[in-house]
């Protein structure tokens, strides 16, 4: 945990190791992953009073994000000639760590949390580009690329996670955001069985 601790310190000084300086024993980053998704529940109060169930659903939705945007990174780095020495998940999930400090702006009047909110997702992203750009050698720019293409695979797997805790009775989704959501899976579930092949990026 103590070396965990020093790459994120490392990590916030723009300070970067080699891949294999974040390939940590799989219960490490899967313990620090679970319990983001669980802090992050404490943010979703409008999906009902189910805490469990929200809990829940931000597990879920937090675990396929972080899978799916590891799997499409790596691909993504690998189209720009990098050969990987090791997994992308530690540094991804590591990136990612800020989150922990996300509830504390609830404090926060509301316009000030909104500021900081946004601060704490842009650093996220400065830190995501940096450390994927020196462990891979591939330019800021072009991971910064790879980061916005898969910002659309995100809403639509949070649309998706969401129809499906909805259906399960995990959360209550508000009226101003069922259209959205709808809109957002409707290709997904009319599309034949052919997407059934394709679900897994």
Not at 77 to 95: M, T
Not at 183 to 188: D, K, L, N, R, V
Request: glycine share 10%; hydrophobic share 55%; with cysteine.
């Amino acid at each position: 945990m103590h070396r965990l601790i020093d790459d994120l310190l490392g990590l916030l000084r723009f300070r970067v190791g080699p891949l294999e300086q974040y390939q940590y024993p799989r219960w490490v980053p899967a313990l620090l992953l679970t319990v983001l998704g669980l802090v992050a529940s404490g943010g979703t109060g409008e999906l009902g009073g189910n805490i469990a169930g929200r809990m829940l659903f931000m597990l879920l939705f937090t675990w396929l994000e972080t899978l799916l945007f590891t799997q499409f990174m790596t691909v993504w780095l690998r189209l720009a000639k990098w050969q990987p020495s090791g997994s992308l998940f530690g540094l991804i999930v590591l990136c990612n760590s800020l989150q922990f400090v996300e509830p504390l702006t609830s404090w926060l009047p509301d316009d000030v949390a909104l500021g900081a909110d946004l601060a704490l997702s842009l650093l996220t992203i400065a830190l995501m580009v940096n450390g994927l750009a020196l462990v891979s050698g591939v330019g800021r720019v072009r991971v910064l690329l790879g980061v916005m293409l898969f910002a659309p695979v995100a809403m639509l797997t949070l649309a998706m996670n969401l129809q499906l805790a909805g259906s399960m009775g995990w959360v209550t989704i508000p009226q101003d955001m069922l259209g959205p959501v709808s809109e957002a899976t409707a290709p997904a579930s009319d599309t034949p069985a052919v997407s059934k092949g394709n679900s897994d990026l």
